[in-house]
């Protein structure tokens, strides 16, 4: 909920800024409006690529353990009655994700990859901020 209110703040704040002083937007449909709008997004890919780098990780993560569950229930098939029933009788933990949350995802991938992991992907980001500002303040000032 914190990184929306500041990617709002920094994209309000930056569009009104490049607006007034340096393109001159006029109200309505105008280029100049998307361009500032668009001056922004670097400063906005800052807070966001993190964000959505987690997410991602933390979804493959998912897909990853879900897989293993799958395979660890098909090989569960093929053992005896009498393992099948002991595994009811003492059931085992089901494996789970690497991650159990967001905090815990940033600090695992920093300490193996570096810190600058989690700024993959920040020039894709970039450009698609960049995009949806640009078009969002193209429209802002009708």
């Given at each position: ?92 933990k089901q494996p789970s994700g690497r991650f159990t949350n967001s905090f815990h995802c940033a600090k ?10 989690l700024y993959t992907g920040h020039a894709i980001n970039t450009i698609r901020e960049a995009a949806f ?10």
């Open positions: 909920l914190a990184s929306p209110s500041i990617v709002y703040t920094f994209s309000f704040t930056s569009y009104s800024y490049f607006r007034q002083n340096h393109f001159r937007g006029t109200d309505g449909w105008d280029y100049r409006n998307a361009l500032s709008g668009m001056m922004g997004a670097p400063l906005f890919g800052i807070v966001t690529t993190p964000e959505n780098f987690l997410k991602t990780q933390m979804q493959l993560d998912n897909v990853q353990s879900k897989r293993e569950e799958l395979m660890e229930s098909k090989s569960q098939q093929s053992i005896s009655q009498t393992n099948q029933t002991l595994q009811k009788e003492y059931p085992t695992t991938l920093a300490s193996t990859h570096g810190a600058t992991v500002v640009g078009t969002h303040f193209f429209c802002y000032e009708r």
